[in-house]
């Protein structure tokens, strides 16, 4: 089996149509607010919440930099309406004081938290050191006042038992043909040639798909919601959590989703997210 020190190279020379992502020039904040998309350098996660590796591949490119992603992928969110950001370390996230409506939470840039650490297993993830690792990219999305309007959906729900539905505010769709593997408890997984992609936290009741569907691209898998494993203690805001997996060697492994939510942005909004520090 190969080593976690040799999984960087192997990796990268496993994975077929691999895209090397171009990283603009970095700018100000100032000028990249006139920009519909900006967005931290990947691996720049808030100080001190993660642990980035420095890995790269023989020309200098570092693991994080790559669009790990199928070409021409679709953004999770349709409209690219969501901006990448800890769910933890946020205003109303778990380890931070504050509401998750805040409108701060929806006005960007987008900042990476795929090696946000995390309690619990050492996961397997390129670009990150060893740990227990986030693994995934969490996604705040749709407006604020979508945020509000599900909270006090939730509340109707629970209180009066009215329909499920009426908290679909912000689709989540499939960034690939392909087929529908798993339907968990709260994630579904959709895998396109070989590439695994989970879908986490979105609304269980009134999901789009069944088990071994076949899906195409654009094709609405659910909505974003607050799903997980409430019965065991467990809570989280209302957003997306993304993954990218890989086979090898008989595990799933961990491949970086910023770059390729980053460029299937771009690709969305027809424009060159301004990269800012």
Known sequence: MTSRNELPLAAA???VL????TIPLSTDVASATKHACWYYAPGNLIPDTGKPSDERLGDGTKLNELDWGEPHGLNPIPGARGIAQSQVYNPGGYNTPGDECDAS???GPDRDNYCELRIGKDRWAIGCKPG???AGLDIKAGTRDDCLLMRIAQERILNNGEDPKIADLVAVQAVQDGVITTIGTFSVDLVSMGRLYRYMHI???TIQVKLGDSVNKGKIL???YDDYNKSEGYWTTFHLHWEIRFPMNGEEVFLPPYMAFIRSKERTLNATCQLVQ
């Open 18 to 21: 691999l895209t090397t992502a």
């Open 105 to 107: 939470n929806f006005s």
């Open 222 to 224: 659910g909505y974003m």
């Open 132 to 134: 227990p690792t986030h």
């Open 13 to 15: 020379l496993s994975l």
């Open 203 to 205: 609304n269980m009741k």
